[in-house]
């Protein structure tokens, strides 16, 4: 941000009043509140979070520092408003990708080109975007999905959204803004996968864990019932690769 669209010390003392206002109110509304759904608290507390936003932004963009609270968002979706017997409903799905390995991915898309007399013209595969273009092309997203690591993709997050209808759309309809205009009122059901979710447990689980590994007395390499243990299928898909780093044929028919 430049200096002349920097806030003036002025606002900066100006927003931290107005948190300060705004912690009182939330405390008066908390001390007379009616019940757990109380509207008056749920006001109070929406203001005090807009306060304490705004002055965070302004107290960063002017002194570069920020403040030790973080405002929690929704969690949950609002109240279904849909039909209750829908005709027609519509999935919206994302999933988010790292592009781990490249050469993994230009190598099945090479394989892909190679296999697909209709497939682009050669050297698609040669790009990371031309090796996407080829793989999603020829796999369904949900078999990409689950064997994301032979293509060299890393997993992030992902989202499912069901939303109901009162009709099904016209062919064609949505097709130029498939994503826009949802409305969350409509969500039947929502899932979501991310990392996050998993940190939350990874602390409590820690001490479970070295408290069954002070209680197992098995070898390197042996299980529960003193069996070997099952080799990596990656070590496995690394051993199929040739002297080029190109995967051995990969069994993809479609």
Same mark, same amino acid.
């Given at each position: 941000m430049s200096d002349a669209a920097q806030p003036t010390a002025a606002e900066v003392r @100006?927003? $931290? +009043? @107005?948190?300060?206002t705004a912690l009182d109110r939330h405390l008066a509304a908390v +001390? #007379? #509140?009616?019940? +757990? +759904? &109380? =509207?008056?608290? *749920? &006001? @109070?507390f929406n203001e005090l979070a807009a306060a304490a936003e705004a002055y965070d932004e302004l107290l960063y963009d002017r002194y570069d520092e920020v403040t030790p609270f973080e405002i929690p968002g /929704? &969690?949950?979706?609002? =109240?279904y408003t849909g039909p209750e017997e829908p005709s027609a409903l519509s999935v919206l799905i994302r999933r988010d *990708? $790292?592009? $781990? /390995?490249?050469?993994r991915l230009m190598a099945q898309a090479r394989r892909v080109e190679a296999a697909d007399e209709d497939a682009p013209g050669a050297g698609a595969s040669g790009t990371v975007h031309g090796a996407l273009g080829l793989l999603f092309g020829e796999f369904e997203p949900d078999e990409i999905a689950s064997r994301h690591k032979e293509f060299g993709l890393e997993e992030g997050d992902s989202t499912l959204w069901v939303t109901a209808a009162d009709e099904s759309a016209e062919p064609g309809e949505w097709l130029e803004a498939p994503f826009e205009e949802v409305d969350p009122e409509r969500v039947v059901c929502r899932f979501d996968v991310s990392a996050v979710f998993d940190e939350e447990f990874d602390d409590g689980d820690e001490e479970e864990e070295e408290e069954e590994d002070e209680g197992e007395g098995e070898g390197e390499g042996e299980g529960e019932d003193g069996e070997a243990d099952l080799p990596d299928l990656d070590e496995d898909l690394d051993r199929d690769l040739d002297e080029d780093g190109e995967p051995a044929r990969l069994e993809a028919d479609r």
């Open positions: @100006a927003a $931290a +009043e @107005a948190v300060k +001390e #007379r #509140r009616s019940g +757990e +759904e &109380d =509207p008056a608290v *749920y &006001d @109070a /929704e &969690d949950t979706l609002p =109240p *990708y $790292a592009v $781990a /390995e490249p050469q």
